[in-house]
């Protein structure tokens, strides 16, 4: 966070934030990220006088899109052509560049369908259907406690999912996913899509144009759109449901709504989580952020191409590290803290705190393994590409001699066909920038846990962390895709006699991180979530389903309208133009346009509304959602929020919480006027 925007965020009007938290959830204008099937109709026919019908929901249901790796989209052709945000498939584009082609930086445009390029690993998914199964999960665990309970949920999710997916594993993904903190159980069956291939990406200069001094803010001028097709069969998918865009987009107070998979929020988590949130979880990682975003930099100052490598690692961990900084600040506040408590204390009242006490209780034990978990079972102390593929091949090899229902759950069967394609991803991993992560990685291993902890020892022995990291990366084979997948289909034999040294490294590190793992389970996870769902009974029985539940990377939707807001007495207009980019361009990054955009400003109507802002409720894992009218046409492309909506992970306040979005129209004029793509712009415009 810049410290202009930190100054910003210190010096809002407390008033508003904890009038907005004061609230009724139901009664917020424009809060909530509602699913499919529990929209809140009432409020928008009062409001705005819509009511959507079911084929209106079927419709938007079905036209929205999942890219599994964490972002939205939505179909906008019936030929498959998925519009989401160009930091959304970065991964791809970075999978698919080179030294000699540097699709990333230089943009790229296919200019028939043969050009297209398979991403190495992308996958989407749509969604078909949505069944309650809370009352099956809630039998297998009744009366367990501990281990004990995470094992029977767990077992039961795996033979719901199994036979959700059948013999369909390649077409269809499965999830059984928990609504209001385990209150619900629901199973989301989609249609899975593992063929996608890139359309479009613009230059990196443009797609991030303003870099990190403009993130969260507005005024924004980006064009962070890209467009990926879904292929079946060697062919384009041919898709019954997609939206079409509108050039006109919307105007200022129309409603507008967003579909998409906002990935996390909190909440409805209790007082006591909220503060183990606040000084364990987001300190801990906003100094791993902190310390990664300056190893990235130094990394990437090396040389060109070393920048090149670094690029994307770089933007995603000073896009986080603002983040979560902007979360630390809202809980820093004392007023809000107060306002959460007074809200805990209302929904308590007449009934048994025991689930509250037991939360409450649970907290000593997730503060005490915090560091050893975020280093051994998230990965933290082993910043790599190839450990990562090592962990997998040798957990896989272990879990998958189990019944399906006895597996860790990444291992099951319904997921496999994705863990399968992100193994074998034939993006290029490249070995000096594999060493600098690991070896900083390794170095913050040994700080966090100390020189004499036995898994320290057993892993850097008398060497140091830049030549163990060395070591391992020089020695290992597993950046050859062919070697994984003989590892991988080898199964545990041929994982138990590879002798590559990050498959020794990830049988070392297994069974400490399986214990830190189980102890968060069942000392942790399981009381929050046997308390949740006795806490969400006295939410329904209190406000029933008029509240939306915390967001899950599963579909939804958010209503608002298109407006500014006011800023220190400065009313903030909705909309910029195309004409401010080059107003605002000088030439030095972050506000460099590229050559082929200077090149076409003469062609481009610089009055082109280009971005805008609205009031609707969006988090992360929202990016690339379609923003659509009443009549579910695109009128715009999601893909951040100002400043004020750093907090949107514990609350909603609509009087300054803005997503920023880009228009229908810049999308339409750059792609006609820039890069001369005349016949995707007729497949975006065909009815």
């Not at 909530?32 to 529990?38: I, P, R, V």
Request: some cysteine.
């Amino acid at each position: 966070m810049a410290p202009q925007t930190l100054s910003r965020l210190l010096s809002r009007p407390r008033v508003a934030v904890l009038v907005a938290l004061a609230l009724p959830l139901a009664g917020q204008a424009a809060e909530g990220m509602w699913t499919l099937d529990n929209l809140p109709r009432d409020a928008l026919q009062a409001q705005y006088g819509f009511s959507p019908d079911q084929a209106w929901i079927d419709h938007a249901m079905q036209s929205s899109v999942r890219l599994a790796g964490g972002c939205s989209g939505s179909f906008v052709s019936p030929d498959g052509l998925v519009l989401t945000n160009a930091h959304c498939v970065v991964g791809c584009v970075q999978g698919l560049s080179s030294p000699q082609r540097d699709l990333q930086n230089a943009g790229f445009v296919a200019d028939a369908r043969g050009e297209e390029l398979q991403c190495p690993a992308e996958e989407l998914n749509v969604l078909r259907a949505i069944t309650d199964v809370s009352a099956r999960v809630a039998a297998a665990a009744e009366g367990k406690q501990g281990q004990a309970y995470v094992d029977a949920r767990n077992a039961e999710k795996a033979r719901i999912e199994s036979e959700c997916v059948g013999d369909a594993a390649d077409t269809t993904r499965c999830d059984v996913v928990e609504l209001y903190n385990g209150g619900q159980q629901h199973l989301y069956r989609y249609h899975r899509y593992s063929d996608v291939r890139l359309v479009f990406s613009p230059e990196y200069a443009v797609g991030f144009f303003g870099g990190d001094p403009d993130n969260f803010n507005f005024p924004r001028y980006n064009l962070d759109a890209a467009l990926l097709r879904a292929y079946e069969n060697g062919e384009p998918a041919t898709v019954e449901h997609h939206f079409t865009l509108k050039p006109e987009g919307a105007q200022a107070g129309e409603l507008v709504m967003v579909t998409g998979h906002p990935g996390r929020t909190q909440r409805q988590l209790t007082v006591a989580q909220l503060e183990t949130v606040r000084d364990v979880s987001l300190i801990n990682t906003l100094l791993w952020l902190a310390e990664r975003r300056a190893m990235l930099g130094e990394y990437g100052r090396l040389d060109e191409e070393a920048a090149r490598q670094a690029q994307s690692d770089l933007t995603f961990t000073d896009n986080s590290y603002k983040v979560y900084r902007g979360q630390l600040q809202a809980l820093l506040d004392p007023q809000v803290f107060a306002a959460k408590r007074a809200e805990e204390a209302r929904l308590r009242e007449g009934v048994d705190a025991a689930p509250w006490r037991e939360v409450e209780a649970a907290q000593a034990t997730a503060r005490q393994i915090a560091v050893p978990y975020m280093l051994l079972e998230q990965g933290r102390g082993f910043d790599s590409r190839l450990f990562s593929i090592a962990r997998t091949l040798v957990r896989g090899a272990d879990e998958r001699t189990k019944p399906n229902d006895a597996r860790l759950p990444e291992f099951q069967d319904a997921g496999q066909g994705r863990l399968r394609q992100t193994l074998l991803s034939t993006a290029p991993v490249y070995p000096a920038f594999e060493t600098a992560k690991l070896t900083w990685s390794l170095t913050k291993l040994r700080e966090l846990l100390g020189t004499d902890d036995p898994l320290v020892k057993s892993v850097l022995g008398n060497r140091s962390p830049a030549q163990v990291a060395k070591a391992l990366v020089e020695g290992s084979t597993l950046a050859d895709v062919a070697e994984r997948e003989r590892l991988w289909t080898g199964g545990a034999a041929a994982v138990a006699a590879s002798d590559d040294p990050f498959i020794r490294l990830a049988r070392a590190v297994d069974a400490p991180a399986r214990a830190v793992r189980q102890r968060q389970e069942s000392e942790v996870g399981a009381i929050e979530s046997r308390a949740a769902t006795q806490i969400a009974k006295v939410r329904f029985d209190k406000l029933g389903t008029t509240v939306y539940p915390d967001a899950t990377f599963t579909l939804r939707l958010s209503y608002g309208d298109i407006a500014g807001w006011e800023e220190n007495g400065r009313a903030i207009t909705p909309f910029t133009t195309m004409a401010g980019v080059f107003a605002r361009n000088t030439g030095a990054a972050p506000y460099a346009l590229p050559q082929r955009w200077l090149d076409a400003q003469a062609r481009i109507a610089g009055d082109t509304r280009f971005n805008f802002v609205s009031t609707n409720d969006i988090i992360g894992g929202n990016s690339g959602s379609p923003v659509i009218d009443r009549d579910a046409r695109v009128v715009g492309l999601a893909f951040d929020g100002n400043i004020h909506s750093l907090g949107g992970s514990f609350w909603y306040d609509p009087t300054r919480n803005r997503t920023v979005s880009v228009h229908s129209g810049a999308i339409v004029e750059a792609l006609k006027s820039v890069y001369g793509a005349d016949t995707l712009v007729d497949e975006l415009l065909r009815k």
